[in-house]
């Protein structure tokens, strides 16, 4: 388990994707700016035996509760980012703490040297949460995915091993 200030952040279990499938299948747990989604505990299953390298983990309250998700993506050369927080915990820093161990976790235990975050550019929560961990935006890759009914544009933020201030917890 990594251990935060306000929060926790520890593997999900196979055991546990009842939960994960429960807030996803919520559109108001995935937010207006993420496409609506829909899966069977047999497909969250199905992700998580393939999942490879990917992690996943709960962002969690100090008693164990789970309160969000990181995902975490291997690319060809960088790792993908990804987060959601349920309703009731936002706007109580929890996505910004969870950001900032994911941060110092990569670079202290893989040997890469960017980490990456794609957003909808309406999703003003999730820009700050980047930009207040140091990541800088990239780019906009234009109409790249299909949400609600239309195709939206991709913002695409990083940061760098050479721009990351270092470990920020004592682990
Ligand atoms: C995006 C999300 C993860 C943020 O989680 P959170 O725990 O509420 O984030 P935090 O509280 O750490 O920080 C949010 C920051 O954005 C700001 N913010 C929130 N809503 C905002 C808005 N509409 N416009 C501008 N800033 C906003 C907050 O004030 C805060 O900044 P501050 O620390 O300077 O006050 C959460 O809103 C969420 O789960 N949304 C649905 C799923 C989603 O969109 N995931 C991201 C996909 S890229």
């Given at each position: 388990m990594l251990i935060g200030e306000k929060i926790n952040l520890r593997l999900m279990e196979r055991s546990e994707l009842n939960i994960v499938q429960e807030w996803e299948n919520n559109s108001l747990f995935t937010g207006p700016y993420e496409p609506i989604q829909q899966s069977t505990l047999e497909s969250q299953e199905k992700l998580y035996d393939e999942r490879g390298d990917n992690e996943w983990f709960f962002i969690t309250?100090?008693?164990?509760e789970p309160i969000g998700l990181v995902f975490i993506n291997p690319k060809s050369g960088y790792i993908n980012i990804g987060y959601a927080v349920v309703e009731d915990a936002r706007g109580k820093g929890v996505c910004s703490e969870a950001v900032r161990m994911i941060v110092d976790y990569l670079f202290l235990r893989k040997n890469i040297v960017r980490i990456q975050a794609s957003i909808n550019p309406d999703n003003l929560a999730s820009e700050k949460v980047l930009t207040k961990n140091g990541f800088t935006r990239e780019g906009v890759l234009r109409q790249s995915f299909y949400s609600r009914g239309v195709y939206r544009d991709t913002v695409v933020f990083s940061i760098l091993r050479d721009e990351w201030k270092g470990p920020y917890y004592n682990w």
């Amino acid at each position: 388990m990594l251990i935060g200030e306000k929060i926790n952040l520890r593997l999900m279990e196979r055991s546990e994707l009842n939960i994960v499938q429960e807030w996803e299948n919520n559109s108001l747990f995935t937010g207006p700016y993420e496409p609506i989604q829909q899966s069977t505990l047999e497909s969250q299953e199905k992700l998580y035996d393939e999942r490879g390298d990917n992690e996943w983990f709960f962002i969690t309250q100090k008693d164990g509760e789970p309160i969000g998700l990181v995902f975490i993506n291997p690319k060809s050369g960088y790792i993908n980012i990804g987060y959601a927080v349920v309703e009731d915990a936002r706007g109580k820093g929890v996505c910004s703490e969870a950001v900032r161990m994911i941060v110092d976790y990569l670079f202290l235990r893989k040997n890469i040297v960017r980490i990456q975050a794609s957003i909808n550019p309406d999703n003003l929560a999730s820009e700050k949460v980047l930009t207040k961990n140091g990541f800088t935006r990239e780019g906009v890759l234009r109409q790249s995915f299909y949400s609600r009914g239309v195709y939206r544009d991709t913002v695409v933020f990083s940061i760098l091993r050479d721009e990351w201030k270092g470990p920020y917890y004592n682990w």
